[in-house]
């Protein structure tokens, strides 16, 4: 493997001048320059990017932390980072932190170790403290979950005002009795969209009912649980919010075993734009977080901090789309029959 001294040889140049002439440096002569850049050519001369940018006490590295790359939410993430960091020069470190507070710490504390550029992060909590981060003036772009630090920007989503409009979707389909399947107590991200959904009743004119609402772990096993238990209640609930995509599956599986179909015995909804939303039968409405758009808007405004350095923190607020399809639309031969049974079975004949 070529070095250094090697392109030096061959240019018939000190290995200074290639140091300069490979970083740019207006110093060279242009000639020199020509001279350099063929024999980095001929030669096929890699050059040494890590210790380059020790010189310059960082590296062309960007640390992304995420709660779980398994998680759709994050996938779609993780590929808005990595394209704007790609056409930029930078490479993506990613971390699975499994919104685990000792996990994160110990990656951000990688990233302080090991000099990256900057940070982008979905944060256990808003208290986090970065302050090691800035200490090292490494900037930080945080994704849900705001930061107050100077050193700190973050993109958000409309969380709450989505989860809302989902639960206004099935209200005005006329479903009665709304239940939500949720995350654990005390993630921000889910304590939003349980807001969202509270909110919704309440403008509704309708009663919170905490026996409505399941707090259950991110898995396929604690969807189906919750489900279950919903739905065997004396008075079942007519409709499903769920606020998270695995969760959804299982309460999927629960659904079609009691022999259940969405849009015709029961509403559903779910927040998280699922590749499979649309092959099932009938298709599920979803909210969808426009995931892709902020790990981009999160790249830029982490290009922008390294670029300009130090300003006031800014927040930038995305909006989710409620994407309506047949899992949430009441099924239209029920509206044919007598009032009665209708209004037993709380069908509205308003239609999205």
Not at 87 to 115: F, I, T, W
Not at 143 to 153: K, L, Q, T, Y
Not at 291 to 302: E, F, H, N, P, S
Request: hydrophobic fraction near 40%.
């Amino acid at each position: 493997m070529a070095t250094i001294h090697d392109v030096a040889a061959r240019a018939g140049v000190s290995t200074a001048t290639v140091s300069r002439a490979l970083n740019g440096k207006a110093s060279v002569d242009p000639t020199l320059v020509e001279r350099v850049l063929a024999a980095v050519r001929e030669l096929d001369y890699q050059p040494n990017a890590l210790a380059r940018s020790l010189r310059r006490q960082e590296t062309a590295v960007w640390a992304l932390v995420v709660s779980d790359v398994e998680n759709p939410f994050c996938s779609a993430l993780t590929r808005g980072v990595e394209d704007v960091a790609h056409a930029n020069g930078y490479s993506v470190m990613l971390c699975n932190s499994d919104d685990d507070p000792s996990k994160e710490a110990h990656y951000l504390q990688v990233a302080v170790q090991d000099r990256v550029a900057g940070v982008i992060l979905v944060p256990t909590s808003s208290d986090i403290d970065i302050t090691r981060l800035a200490e090292h003036n490494i900037p930080v772009i945080t994704i849900e979950r705001p930061v107050r630090h100077h050193m700190a920007d973050s993109v958000i989503v409309g969380m709450r005002q989505a989860a809302q409009q989902a639960t206004e979707h099935l209200l005005r389909q006329g479903y009665e009795r709304v239940a939500c399947i949720t995350g654990p107590e005390g993630l921000p991200v889910f304590e939003d969209r349980l807001a969202g959904y509270q909110d919704a009743l309440h403008a509704g004119g309708r009663q919170v009912s905490s026996g409505y609402i399941r707090h259950v772990p991110l898995t396929v096993e604690g969807g189906r649980n919750a489900a279950e238990e919903l739905l065997h209640l004396r008075n079942a609930p007519d409709a499903l919010f769920v606020t998270q995509g695995t969760l959804a599956v299982g309460a999927l599986e629960t659904v079609q075993r009691l022999g259940l179909r969405t849009g015709r015995d029961l509403g559903f909804v779910v927040f998280d734009d699922l590749p499979w939303a649309r092959l099932v039968d009938p298709p599920v409405t979803t909210v969808a977080p426009p995931t892709y758009a902020v790990g981009q808007q999160a790249a830029k405004l982490l290009l922008d901090r390294i670029a300009n350095g130090p300003r006031a923190s800014r927040s930038v607020m995305l909006p989710a789309d409620l994407v309506v399809r047949g899992s949430s639309q009441r099924w239209l031969p029920l509206l044919e029959q007598d009032q009665s049974e209708r209004a037993s079975l709380g069908v509205s004949s308003e239609r999205v």
